[in-house]
């Protein structure tokens, strides 16, 4: 096998790293119009079907970007890339997908053997600094406008990447507005239900009689109470783990990140991202069990009456709402 030309991106690191994969598949797809583009996912136990299409060199076949999505799950990883460096690449770009959020658990050999290629490390993104930063250069916004558009993607990578590619559309050349940035995100419906919820639990002024109108108006009274009941069961996991995981309220997202969620992830698998559940535990100081739990129960009966049949949709949030606890 002849050692050619090696036109290798191995980008890894944190989920963030998505962002860089993208750009790096878009500039390659922007310089050749006419490439032929292949995505192979490693977790499906494609990559010998990716490297077949490395070793296979036709002279009709013109240039091919061969993306290898999830390559951490190789076993033997090392010995997998180091059959990968000895192909003939010519007329070929090859981008390497490895997530690994700590990267002193990446063995060492597999980042060196790609000293000669295009290395891309991403470390964790503190307060996700690198995404917002991501979200502004695309539609010129503020920082807290990104934060709040992340956050409405529930600090999804994938789902906001595809997002972005909407908005930086729209606003190409037009002044970013939050208004319409809302009418055009996929999910504002699913976000507004989720604020409504929030603003309860927080009781924020006004939020029971918008509620009311709110789901009149969309009909998503059962969708309502599930969000309630989810978001309960959560902050009162958070409040009950406080003192046997030390989470403070007053922690930095990078302690909090490093130290408690590893320990924590497995109860909350209804929150994948850490910030996310960072950002919900700031504000668990604010609350008290004991209403979290009556409230719970007042919303379970709810769901019951409503399931029941015993009283109407809008009969059972009034209830449940006249009952809730602050």
Known sequence: MERGIRLIYFIYGSIEKEIDLQK????????????????????????????????????FGGKQLLILKRAETIKQGLKFFTELKKFNLSNKEIIIDYLVNDKKAIDNKIVKLFDNDKVIEIE??????????????NINCTEKEAEKIYEMKNYDIYSLISEMEKLSLYFYDIEFNMEEAMKIISISFEYQVYD????????????????????KEKKTWMLFIYSVANALRVYIKLKLYEKN??????????????????????????????????????????????????????????????????????????????????
């Not at 964790?124 to 250069?137: A, L």
């Open 124 to 137: 964790n993104d503190k307060k996700n600094t690198r995404v917002k930063k991501y979200i502004m250069e």
């Open 24 to 59: 790096n598949i878009n500039s390659i797809i922007k310089k050749n119009p006419n490439i032929k583009v292949q995505y192979f996912d490693a977790n499906n136990g494609e990559e010998q079907d990716f490297m077949n299409s490395v070793s296979f060199n036709s002279i």
């Open 196 to 215: 409504y919820v929030e603003n309860l639990i927080f009781g924020k002024k006004n939020s029971k009689i918008e509620i009311i109108e709110y789901l």
């Open 245 to 326: 995981y030390g989470i403070r309220y007053t922690m930095n997202y990078n302690d909090f990140q490093r130290n408690i969620h590893p320990k924590i992830k497995d109860y909350f698998k209804e929150i994948y991202h850490p910030y996310a559940l960072f950002k919900k535990q700031e504000n668990v100081n604010f609350l008290k069990i004991e209403n979290l739990i009556n409230n719970l129960n007042y919303t379970l009966v709810a769901e019951a009456n409503l399931k029941s049949g015993i009283t109407s949709d809008r009969e059972s949030i009034e209830i449940l709402i006249n009952k809730w606890e602050a």
